[in-house]
């Protein structure tokens, strides 16, 4: 049973940092792509980024947010800088069994974490 859990979401302001964990438990790391998407109050699931060995963004996040992995596969990070208010909401990281940057493509989910960017 692949689990993944979030952490490092808060509060920050402005042009400030964070950097988001998503450890995964289950599964075999190299089969998978694994992403963060995001979701702000009232509005649909977002694509923010994926990674098997490769990075990849979405252009609102680009030059400003690194997603990357721990050697043995079992940690994803995105470290995010320069943020912006409209980078507030919950950040889910997911995995699917090919890369896609529709949600709907992915099977497993965490339960989010919440990330607030005061202006």
């Known amino acids: 049973q692949v689990q993944l859990v979030e952490s490092g979401g808060g509060l920050v302001q402005a042009g400030g940092s964070l950097r988001l964990s998503c450890t995964i438990s289950?599964?075999?790391?190299?089969?998978?792509?694994t992403a963060w998407f995001r979701q702000a109050q009232g509005k649909e699931r977002e694509f923010v980024a994926f990674i098997r060995w490769e990075p990849y963004y979405a252009e609102s996040v680009k030059g400003r947010f690194t997603i990357s992995r721990d050697a043995a596969g079992n940690t994803v990070y995105l470290q995010m800088n320069s943020l912006k208010p409209e980078d507030t909401g919950v950040y889910y990281c997911?995995?699917?069994?090919?890369?896609?940057?529709?949600?709907?493509?992915?099977?497993?989910w965490g339960q989010g974490t919440q990330v607030t960017v005061s202006s």
């Open positions: 289950g599964g075999t790391f190299s089969s998978y792509f």
């Open positions: 997911a995995r699917a069994p090919f890369q896609s940057i529709a949600h709907t493509a992915y099977t497993y």
